[in-house]
Structure formats: C-alpha cells, structure tokens
C-alpha cells in the first residue's frame, strides 16, 4: 500500500483550513486602508506567494486603480516604484522569505504595507500596518492551504476596494470547501502517465485572465513536487516560442478551460496542438475531441481558482508518483528560501 506523503495529507486539510478563515470574516480595517486614493498599489511577493496576487492585480486594474505586480526580487532591483503615497500588499506565506526580509530590512517609502502570511511572529507580520493571517495552519513541504487561503485573503482585498463583489466573495468561500472535498483525492495517474511515457517528455501549463496564476502555480509546485521540469505560461505567450515544443511527448494542461472557449486563442491552441500529436489536459468544462478534460469549475470565480489549485495539487502528485519521488519532499530546497 502506498504510504501519503505530507504533502498529500496537506492537500486533505484544505477544506478545514478554508473554513477557519470564512469562520473570522474579513478585517474591517482594511476597508479603511482601500478608501483611501493611492498614488500606486504594488502587489509583491516570491514563488507562488507572487502569482497569488495576479487575479487582484487584474481586478484592481479594470476598477481604474494604478497597480503593479512585481515579485519581490525585482522590487528590490526597483524600490523606486515605492512612494510615499504607495500602498504596498505583500505576500509571503510563511513572512520570512529572504526577499521579503531585505525588503523589511531596507526600509521603505510606503504609505501603508498590507502582511498576508500564516505567521503572526514572523517579520512580515510584526512589520505589517495590517497584519491579515492566512489561518492555513503548519505545512509540511510544497504550498496547499496557505496557497488557497491566500487566494481568498487576495479576493476579500480587492473586495475591500469595489473591485469585485464582496458577498459573493463570501458565499463562494462558505460553499467552496465541500467543493474540494470531492478534490482532495482526485486521481490523475493516467495522465501522469501518458505525460511521461515519451522519451523527452515535455510539460507545460496554460492559463488564461485569472487562471493565468493557476497555470503559473502548477508549474511552480508540480517541479518542485515532482522533480520534472514543467513550465507555466500566460495565454497566449506559449505560442511565442515555446509552441516549438510541441508535437509527440508534449503535455500541454489548460487550467480555466470554459466551454464559452471553444472558439477563441484557447480552443484554437488546443486543436493546433492535437494536430502535432500533443496530449492536451483541460481543467474546467470544455470538451474538445481528442483532449482529456478533468472536470472542474471554469467560471473565472474564487470557487474556480480554488477547485482549479487543488486540480493542479492533485497532478503534482500524480506527476511525482510516476517519477518515482515522494510528492512534494524536498531534495535540495526547504520550505522557507531564507537565502537571496
């Protein structure tokens, strides 16, 4: 019988973890915090901890605020783009990644800094002027919970400035974790299986608008889990480049595949793909003939991306399994890059 990895245990308890966090409601101090007309709104944070902020920084956007979504190493190459009049929200699910470290340590011209992490003690946290706790518990190895919680701490903050609707926020987040734990136990061996069959097996992960940061998130976790390289790509840019990867051996996994995509660069890049003799994944409810769909919401929610992350868990693991590795245990990193 084959032992569960921590990692797989983690992904059990995201349901719980989820439902601590809607148990507390949002901060109603950060309301306040959003009231106010920033010059600028920088969104930073390292690993999947930065591709979390992605879908806030599109809402912020459309809403007409001036925001940027800059990883935290090259926020230290740019610390210009802080202003005094900035509102800086950072990321970092255990408050002690390196990055985050020498940015606290630097000093900054911001206004205000927003501190999500699940570390009340850690500098991140103590740094804060708002300090808002993922309540995703101890994780063991490769990010779970604490990327979901984050997920819905992102939501409630754009919610906070009117850029999407605070109450179905809320009842997205009390409804989603019955959702995952249909999820939790998802077997995708066969298409680890078919992805890795090939002698130079190729893997990549595409992801339109919002769930452009799950596709980033599943290449991120799935080589770390897994020991296979995968890459992440955001919509259309596989097609520049990396489309040379195609043909036999490749593996190409479309996270947000609607139906309402069938005819757009989304199905077009599928049935170009097909074509070469790729094996094509899609997580959502688009069905195209010759591609493998796993069944998902693909509506651009909250729900999706959280039902679409833990689809991007579950792969990781099926990946690393037949890799021949413990899903998610570490060979040469650790939990907390503590090191620039």
Not at 55 to 65: E, M
Not at 120 to 134: K, V
Not at 287 to 304: F, M, N
Request: aromatic share 4%; proline share 4%.
């Amino acid at each position: 019988m084959m032992n569960t990895s921590p990692f797989e245990q983690n992904i059990r308890e995201q349901p719980e973890a989820l439902r601590a966090l809607a148990g507390e409601g949002p901060d109603e101090r950060l309301a306040q915090l959003c009231d106010r007309s920033w010059e600028r709104i920088v969104l930073t944070g390292m690993g999947s901890s930065h591709t979390v902020g992605l879908p806030t920084w599109r809402a912020l956007t459309r809403h007409g605020r001036a925001a940027w979504n800059v990883d935290a190493g090259q926020l230290l190459d740019a610390p210009e783009l802080i202003t005094p009049d900035t509102l800086v929200i950072a990321t970092s699910q255990s408050g002690a990644s390196a990055e985050i470290v020498e940015l606290l340590d630097r000093g900054t011209r911001a206004g205000a800094l927003i501190g999500i992490a699940a570390d009340e003690t850690s500098p991140l946290a103590q740094a804060a002027d708002l300090y808002l706790p993922l309540r995703s518990g101890e994780e063991a190895t490769v990010s779970t919970k604490s990327y979901l919680n984050s997920l819905v701490v992102h939501h409630r903050i754009a919610a906070s400035f009117g850029a999407i609707d605070g109450l179905a926020v809320e009842a997205q987040l009390t409804a989603s974790p019955h959702a995952i734990e249909a999820l939790v136990d998802l077997d995708l061996t066969g298409i680890a299986q078919s992805a890795l069959a090939a002698q130079s097996p190729r893997l990549a992960t595409i992801g339109w608008a919002d769930s452009a940061a799950t596709a980033l998130f599943a290449a991120l976790i799935g080589k770390e889990s897994s020991k296979v390289p995968i890459e992440g790509f955001v919509g259309g840019e596989f097609r520049h480049g990396p489309y040379e990867l195609a043909g036999p051996g490749f593996t190409g996994v479309f996270f947000g595949a609607s139906r309402e995509d069938v005819d757009g660069p989304l199905g077009r890049i599928v049935r170009d793909l097909l074509a070469s003799g790729a094996l094509v994944v899609l997580v959502g409810d688009l069905q195209i003939e010759g591609a493998t769909t796993v069944d998902a919401r693909a509506d651009r929610s909250l729900s999706a991306l959280l039902e679409q992350s833990v689809v991007a868990q579950r792969l990781a693991v099926a990946i690393a399994r037949e890799n021949g590795v413990v899903p998610g245990a570490f060979a040469y990193g650790s939990k907390i890059t503590a090191t620039l």
